[in-house]
């Protein structure tokens, strides 16, 4: 959301409450010389009662990420014992490996510790389209807990338009949208802050902003410091490689963009990725599979080295 936020007299105070599962989820080990590549395709099964959204949350993806891996699945009531995948490897952004990182396009956040060779990652919702996220650089110039939403003008004009209460400022509390944690951005009015609401991470649901489930920001915030980048980008199409294998991600954009001149770029990269680090030739049959299914999942295209299940 693009707010207004004032915090006084404010001092951190971090209770590590979170839980190690969910850290798990979320923490990965730099990755070796050879590769851009983190984590592993993981798979489970849907238990009574559970919606894909509940699976989301448990492994630390975002609802786009498991519902575009599991298209053949009802998002809302998955029939029990249906195999699920779960989309958690990520080919690294081609971005600086510093700070923080947020592809847009794939709803995910990236925070970079090469000090610590340590890899965080965690998912997003982003601003709606009338409402976007910007790109470009900036850096962290606050953190804050508890804090308070100033609404803006256009938020209070239309709760005027609507007959609601108008409220010119929001305490912490279950009213307050920025959650219980946010960082301030140095491009004025844009936060990443946690949630009143559990639907949003993996949507494009806030007024501009950065919104993260609120175990993921306070673990952020706890992690950061002022003066860290942040590079918000848009790469729909990330190519990567580990060991001998060229791999692809796609993912649908999030601004309108021609898909002929997204095919040619994606092309370029691969060529000059396998020019750069001397890797088998492309099997460009492969490649068109993959960028046509935009499911999220890294997937090898090296002639005779991969195999495309369709």
Same mark, same amino acid.
């Given at each position: 959301?693009?707010?207004?936020?004032?915090?006084?007299?404010?001092?951190?105070?971090?209770?590590?409450?979170?839980?190690?599962?969910?850290?798990?989820?979320?923490?990965?080990?730099?990755? =070796?010389?050879?590769?851009?590549?983190?984590?592993?395709?993981?798979?489970?099964?849907?238990?009574?009662?559970?919606?894909?959204?509940?699976?989301?949350?448990?492994? +630390?993806? +975002?609802?786009?990420?498991?519902?575009?891996?599991?298209?053949?699945?009802?998002?809302?009531?998955?029939?029990?014992?249906?195999?699920?995948?779960?989309?958690?490897?990520?080919? &690294?952004?081609?971005?600086?490996?510093?700070?923080?990182?947020?592809? #847009?396009?794939?709803?995910?956040?990236?925070?970079?510790?090469?000090?610590?060779?340590?890899?965080?990652?965690?998912?997003?919702?982003?601003? @709606?389209?009338?409402?976007?996220?910007?790109?470009?650089?900036?850096?962290?110039? =606050?953190?804050?807990?508890?804090?308070?939403?100033?609404?803006?003008?256009?938020?209070?004009?239309?709760?005027?338009?609507?007959?609601?209460?108008?409220?010119?400022?929001?305490?912490?509390?279950?009213?307050?949208?920025?959650?219980?944690?946010?960082?301030? #951005?140095?491009?004025?009015?844009? #936060?990443?802050?946690?949630?009143?609401?559990?639907?949003?991470?993996?949507?494009?649901?806030?007024?501009?902003?950065?919104?993260?489930?609120?175990?993921?920001?306070?673990? &952020?915030?706890?992690?950061?410091?002022?003066?860290?980048?942040?590079?918000?980008?848009? @790469?729909?199409?990330?190519?990567?490689?580990?060991?001998?294998?060229? #791999?692809?991600?796609?993912?649908?954009?999030?601004?309108?963009?021609?898909?002929?001149? =997204?095919?040619?770029?994606?092309?370029?990269?691969?060529?000059?990725?396998?020019?750069?680090?001397?890797?088998?030739?492309?099997?460009?049959?492969?490649?068109?599979? =993959?960028?046509?299914?935009?499911?999220?999942?890294?997937?090898?295209?090296?002639?005779?080295?991969?195999?495309?299940?369709?």
């Amino acid at each position: 959301m693009k707010y207004l936020v004032k915090v006084f007299g404010f001092s951190l105070i971090f209770i590590f409450s979170f839980s190690l599962t969910a850290q798990d989820n979320n923490k990965f080990a730099w990755p =070796a010389e050879g590769s851009s590549v983190i984590g592993n395709i993981q798979s489970t099964t849907v238990e009574e009662g559970e919606t894909l959204l509940d699976i989301a949350e448990r492994y +630390g993806l +975002g609802y786009n990420e498991i519902v575009a891996a599991n298209r053949d699945l009802d998002p809302w009531i998955p029939e029990v014992g249906a195999k699920v995948t779960l989309p958690t490897q990520f080919i &690294l952004p081609t971005a600086p490996m510093e700070g923080i990182v947020v592809n #847009l396009a794939e709803y995910r956040l990236y925070y970079f510790m090469p000090e610590k060779n340590l890899i965080y990652t965690y998912p997003i919702g982003i601003g @709606q389209g009338n409402t976007p996220t910007p790109i470009g650089r900036m850096e962290i110039n =606050a953190r804050m807990a508890n804090p308070t939403w100033y609404p803006p003008a256009s938020i209070r004009q239309r709760w005027q338009d609507q007959g609601k209460e108008v409220r010119r400022q929001i305490p912490a509390g279950p009213d307050n949208p920025l959650g219980p944690y946010a960082i301030n #951005l140095s491009k004025a009015g844009y #936060l990443i802050h946690g949630t009143n609401q559990r639907f949003g991470i993996g949507t494009r649901a806030s007024a501009g902003c950065i919104r993260m489930n609120n175990q993921d920001i306070q673990a &952020l915030v706890e992690m950061t410091y002022i003066g860290v980048p942040v590079n918000i980008i848009e @790469q729909p199409i990330k190519t990567g490689w580990s060991g001998k294998n060229i #791999l692809i991600e796609a993912h649908r954009p999030v601004s309108v963009t021609d898909n002929a001149v =997204a095919h040619k770029d994606m092309v370029t990269m691969l060529v000059e990725l396998r020019a750069r680090h001397k890797l088998p030739p492309i099997d460009w049959t492969l490649v068109d599979k =993959a960028f046509n299914r935009k499911d999220g999942i890294p997937f090898a295209v090296n002639q005779n080295l991969a195999h495309y299940d369709d």
